[in-house]
């Protein structure tokens, strides 16, 4: 591939909805990418923390390489093994059990809009209209799960949106002013990943179960950034000991490879029926055995037992490193949101990326962290020097 001039060709051959990119890049391996301009990048943000086996592991490329070889999709007339497997694998990490059940799809949006369905099937005879998310929320960008998502610059385009959701602040006394048996679901995110790695206030995830119970709602959790072992257990909610109604699940269960997951619990598992919902690719046998091969390989390696630990030593190098531009360090594990005292995360991301760090600028005021669940001491110390060079460049 010619690296001259790739920015022009960019812009000229693709949609003018992309930003323009950092830089190109061509190969990877490890928590390392490498651009075509032969520069190395300790990759610390793991495509939006994809890449849970950072990039080329053995393990997912084994299993991809033969799964295509073997049978790569055959439409959902058909079941496949790697396709029960997953579902089964889900039914257990989720904790949903024998009553769970799983939709697949092909990206977060998709599991979004699978949930919206959900949301609207428990509709008590049609008493039940309402759905709350919350403000700054971001759960895709498809109309369903665009409804869903709470930033005024991603909606205010594409208006009218879909009716019966109401954004509300993410704070219990909202939470609990809203609530009443007229709300089919409650949708959020245990970590505000898109808003730069926000933590909900702490209590808000138990009472959010308990109002929900109360009233009838679906606990609905997108936990699409969130799970998949990164913030050191399978999911978020297990932090918090409870069951929601329904997860999605995306970004970091095949390592790349597209696919997602809506998985129910108990009762909210008897709502759709046969001829409910649909995808083509949905569930097929090659985005299935990526996904089997991903998990278990978390599985194999404790690779969730790693985050948990590399995300308390992460998290401590960060505040160690003494910068006045570092205010606060956000999130659970390896999704790590470092909130800054001024608005140049921008900056911070640009210099780290000189320096060879990829990281990530959410909003001007918080670098997003979320790097390979692989990650190990070599990698750390690195991010450590590199890290430290970019806020430095950046004050
Ligand atoms: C990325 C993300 C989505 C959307 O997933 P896509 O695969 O981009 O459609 C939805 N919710 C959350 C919390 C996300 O982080």
Known sequence: MVNHDWSSRFGAAMMGSHATPLTMLERGEGCYVWGTNGKRYLDFLAGIAVNSLGHAHPALVDAVSSQVATLAHVSNYFATPPQIELAERLKRITGAGERGRVYFGNSGTEAMEAAFKLARLNNDGGKRRRILALTNAFHGRTMGALSLTGKAALRDPFGPLLDGVEHIDSTIEALEAAMDDTVAAVVFEPIKGEAGVVDLPEGFIVRARELTREHGALLILDEIQTGVGRTGTWFTYQQFDIEPDAVTIAKGIAGGMPISALVTFGEASELFKRGHHGSTFGGNPLATAAANAVLGEIEA??????????????????????????????GRGLLIGVGLTEPVANKVSAAALEAGLIVNAANEYSVRIAPPLIVGDVEIDEFGRLFSTALEAAQ
């Open 301 to 330: 390696s404790d690779l969730i037992g790693n985050a948990e630990q590399r995300g308390t030593q992460l998290r401590e190098l960060i505040r160690e490193m003494g910068s006045p531009l570092v205010d606060e360090v956000r």
